[in-house]
């Protein structure tokens, strides 16, 4: 019997829309000395003001935390990632419309996360917010493999004539010596958007990438053993852009291209990617909520990369310590 004058007597009679809103109710703080034993810990990232189109992902964080739901054993491998010791370390402390401020922001924030030994979970936030959250990772780990879902190479050189956006910040990464190329794949690419100049300059580097169609031809399994053979071993950086699936999938993301992946390909890739990469940091970008908690199908299935990410996570650790 709950007491109607206490507290709920337990985390599991507490039902999943009351109380304030932590990536699936986990325990909150700011404070880096909680870092201390923390395995992974989730980090928003609410900045949007380099987007080209439409604008909303800031609101993605709040709307991911709201979507998620406490986690379990994952069904068909009885996987727990609760075995990890996980934290919702709260947002970066962003100023709207303040690029160099918020990307200063969030670096720094991920860098505590960083120097703690734990992997960060950035939640976004438009896909500008990967270059600091990145760069802390590697100033730590030095160089990184990249997995990158997208319908976008985010190479570009300008967009709209300006340098500095959502998809010109992963050439700076490559240009900066914090991405190595030939461990960088892009998957679910499609669209008409970037010019041929820009896949000759990812060839020159000896960028990898997957179409949707491919995908769909070859199956998401084959695609992903391609992942792996390109990735290899060493730290690594995964990133997924919400619009890697179709819009149907996320109906509100800024930069939507018919034709994309299912949740259920994008679910089961970060699962298989996560148990045998070592991703040193990871982030959800580009979501746009719809709706609130689980009626928005795009921060619903964001919510979801994380706990999949997570549960790939424990089983690599898992079989590393067996």
């Known amino acids: ?13 507490k039902p999943p829309y009351a109380g304030l809103p932590t990536f699936s109710e986990l325990a909150y703080s700011e404070d880096p000395a909680d870092l201390d034993g923390v395995d992974v810990a ?53 100023v709207p419309y303040d690029a160099d401020g918020s990307r200063a922001a969030i670096e720094a924030t991920v860098g505590q996360v960083v120097a ?18 990145l760069r802390a990772c590697a100033a730590r780990h030095g160089p990184l493999g990249l997995v990158h879902f997208d319908s976008h190479t985010d190479t ?10 959502h998809g010109t910040m992963m050439r700076a990464l490559v240009e900066d010596g914090h991405v190595d190329p030939t461990r960088y794949v892009q998957i679910g690419l499609r669209g008409f958007w970037p010019n041929t100049d820009v896949f000759d300059w990812q060839a020159q580097k000896g960028i990898t990438y997957h179409t949707a169609y491919d995908v769909r031809r070859r199956g998401i399994d084959d695609v992903v053993m391609d992942a792996f053979e390109t990735v290899g071993s060493g730290p690594a950086y995964l990133t997924v852009d919400i619009d890697v699936l179709d819009p149907t999938h996320a109906p509100n993301t800024g930069t939507p291209e018919a034709g994309g992946l299912e949740p259920r390909e994008l679910l089961v890739a970060v699962r298989r990617l996560s148990q045998r990469i070592d991703f040193v940091g990871c982030d959800i970008v580009e979501t746009v909520p719809a709706g609130w908690g689980t009626s928005d199908p795009g921060a619903l299935t964001a919510a979801a990369v994380v706990t999949t990410t997570l549960t790939g996570i424990t089983a690599l650790r898992g079989a590393e310590a067996g």
Do not use: C
């Not at 570009?156 to 956006?165: A, F, I, S």
């Open 1 to 13: 019997m709950i007491d109607p004058y206490g507290r709920w007597p337990d985390p599991g009679q």
């Open 156 to 165: 570009g050189v300008e967009v709209y004539e300006n340098t500095d956006n």
């Open 42 to 94: 989730i980090v928003g990232a609410p900045f949007d003001a380099l987007a080209s189109d439409r604008v909303g992902s800031r609101d993605g964080p709040r709307a991911i935390r709201i979507a998620s739901r406490p986690m379990g054993p994952e069904v068909g491998t009885s996987v727990d990632p609760n075995d990890l010791k996980v934290i919702d370390y709260g947002d970066a402390p962003v």
């Open 116 to 133: 703690a030994g734990a992997i960060p979970f950035v939640l976004g936030g438009d896909h500008s917010i990967t270059q600091p959250a």
